[in-house]
């Protein structure tokens, strides 16, 4: 047992000689189950009295050293970062006390990044919850300042206690990692699910990013990604390491399988607007950017690189406001771009959806709100949108979605089916088509009435996107042919499971339907007793393996087969076929 003047001495010499280290634990999409970033977590010397992270901060925050110890942790943090790409962030936390500090020094960590090659749009400050913030005025003007550079704030521990609650709405962060104890066991705890979905509600109207921490069951990390949380953290998806995280394919399907698949609406990525732009390195002067500027009315921004990826954003109005002073040339005409431009634009993946652009576009501060967004291909520089062609494109696709669309179901019509298929078939690549029609519903609408069998059809169109949230995939497609007839058009690696689910589900609810009645026969459509407890569903299920070349004609002359094949059996049943 060592003395106090022992553990002291063992304390100092942790500082002066640097002794700790960052050890780096991911944090997952919920989307699509990338590795979004990794928060860096402090470790000391195996070999003494501050292993523990809790006991080296505890002794530290008593002993009056907090802040020496944190800017050393922040150092050793960025030191060792495993970020793959520009597009990754790096959370890294601060205690609430350091922020009041009167040795905090603001500056400090930008110059260590620079050291390192990184920018503050990697870095994600963690406001941790070891002491709460008695000061909500200096905290809030220490990070206006880190967010005018460009850095970005989470709150840690959210549900765990009132001073995180008050910490959010006075800090108004870009994230909020929601505390272990109200994750846990989430999919087994209905109060738990109805406190986490005010989170959700409340992220959206607020555009924050949430984050789980401490998932370690996959049935928590299905539940979470279907109530709409953004982001993921625990041991189940990575522990914390010096080396670069891979989720397991497991965990990917889970996601994909669970996420929030608007399966009735025509998704549009924001890849598909993106147009070119003028493109200088950071070190370019700015002399050379007005010239463009100059030469180039119609360019309203140029996007500032390096190494092909994009650090920044030149507004032309922006750019000529900075020359309009009195002395501005000869103070600003041979300096170099980086030392003006905006550090941190709205830099998203040609992949993110148009509407999720438009949101994080049109909650930016008002003076950033007509900016240029920058569009990137795996981290690399591809192009960019104007808000203005966000906007059309999201109103013109509503408009034709609203004019095509099935009025009973809101889902895609045969237009945008046959627009789906053709796209399939051009790009190549495997899929499966899965046509459902129900049995006997002419039976139904005549028993029941019109009202429940549009309430029936519209139970079909339900569950039809629940199976595909299920076992499909993110850029799945469900459609309503007409009548009782649906369409999915998936990529799921599992079509059977795919299949039965979709039966599973029909079979489970449809008896609701019945108001209690039961039956031995029903009648076709040409007015014959059949034998059969009630509504079936039949399934086509054509499989694309596009290793030949195939047409629409012949999908849907195999599905009709198959669909023919289906309906000669009994109950609820699919048949399947592979093609091309």
């Known amino acids: 047992m060592l003395t106090q003047s022992e553990v002291a001495i063992e304390f100092h010499k942790l500082i002066e000689e640097q002794r700790i280290s960052s050890v780096y634990q ?22 003494g ?21 944190e800017r050393l942790a922040r150092e050793k943090a960025i030191q060792g970062s495993i970020l793959e790409h520009g597009q990754q962030l790096l959370f ?31 870095v994600v400050f963690e406001i941790t919850e070891r002491s709460s913030i008695e000061d909500f005025t200096l905290a809030k003007k220490i990070l206006a300042h ?18 995180s609650l008050q910490a959010i709405a006075e800090l108004q962060p870009d994230f909020i990692k929601i505390d272990r104890s109200l994750i846990e066991n989430i999919h087994l705890n209905k109060v738990k699910a109805y406190i986490l979905e005010t989170f959700v509600t409340f992220a959206q109207k607020m555009n924050i990013s949430l984050i789980a921490e401490g998932i370690e069951q996959v049935e ?60 200088f390195q950071t070190k370019a002067q ?37 020359l309009a002073g009195q002395y501005a040339y000869s103070l600003y005409w041979n300096r170099t771009i980086d030392s003006v431009m905006d550090a941190s634009p709205l830099i998203v993946d040609e992949l993110t959806p148009v509407e999720q652009v438009s949101q994080l576009a049109t909650s930016r501060a008002i003076h950033h709100l007509y ?29 034709e979605s609203a004019r095509v669309a099935n009025p009973l179901t809101g889902l895609p019509g045969n237009l945008q089916i046959n627009r789906e298929l053709n796209k ?23 028993r029941f009435g019109f009202q429940k069998g549009d309430q029936l059809i519209q139970y079909m169109a339900d569950l039809m996107q629940q199976a595909i949230a299920f076992y499909g995939t993110p850029s799945d497609f469900v459609g309503h042919v007409g009548g009782d007839d649906f369409i999915a058009i998936s990529s799921s690696l599992s079509p059977k499971l795919l299949c039965q689910e979709i039966i599973n589900r029909f079979e489970t609810g449809v008896r609701m339907f019945y108001e209690g009645e039961d039956w031995e026969y029903v009648v076709d459509r040409g007015g014959h007793q059949v034998k059969s407890e009630g509504v079936t569903v039949s399934l086509s299920l054509v499989i694309c393996s596009c290793e030949s070349p195939i047409s629409l004609d012949y999908i849907s002359q195999t599905a009709a087969q198959l669909k023919k094949k289906a309906k000669a059996h009994q109950g609820s049943i699919y048949c399947f076929q592979t093609i091309g």
């Open 220 to 279: 928590e990390l299905a539940k979470l990604t279907q109530m709409g949380v953004h982001y993921a953290q625990g041991f189940l998806l990575g522990r914390p390491s010096t080396s670069v995280a891979t989720v397991q394919d497991t965990h990917k399907m889970t996601i994909w399988q669970h996420r929030n698949v608007q399966g009735g609406t025509m998704t549009w990525h924001i890849g598909e607007l993106k147009t070119p732009v003028g493109v």
């Open 424 to 446: 399939r078939i051009t790009a190549r690549v495997p899929f499966h088509v899965i046509y459902a029609d129900l049995d006997y519903f002419k039976w139904y609408n005549d």
């Open 92 to 122: 890294i936390n601060i205690s609430s006390h350091v922020l009041e500090d009167p040795g905090f020094i603001p500056g400090k960590t930008l110059e260590i990044l620079q050291q390192y090659g990184l920018r503050p749009s990697n």
């Open 26 to 47: 991911p944090i997952v999409s919920l989307q699509d189950g990338q590795v979004m970033g990794y928060e860096a977590l402090t470790r000391g010397p195996v070999d």
């Open 286 to 322: 700015i002399s050379e950017i007005a010239e463009f500027f100059k030469k180039n009315q119609e360019a309203v921004g140029v996007v500032i690189v390096h190494d092909d990826e994009p650090r920044g954003l030149m507004m032309r109005d922006r750019l000529f406001q900075h």
């Open 371 to 399: 900016d240029l967004v920058i569009i990137t291909s795996q981290g690399k520089m591809a192009g960019s949108a104007s808000i203005r062609t966000i906007l059309e494109s999201i109103t013109n696709v509503k408009m």
């Open 146 to 163: 880190y967010r005018t550079q460009g850095y970005r704030i989470a709150i840690d521990d959210a549900g765990a206690g009132y001073s």
């Open 49 to 69: 009295p501050f292993h523990s992270p809790l006991a080296m901060f505890q002794y530290a925050e008593q002993q009056g050293e907090l802040y020496r110890l």
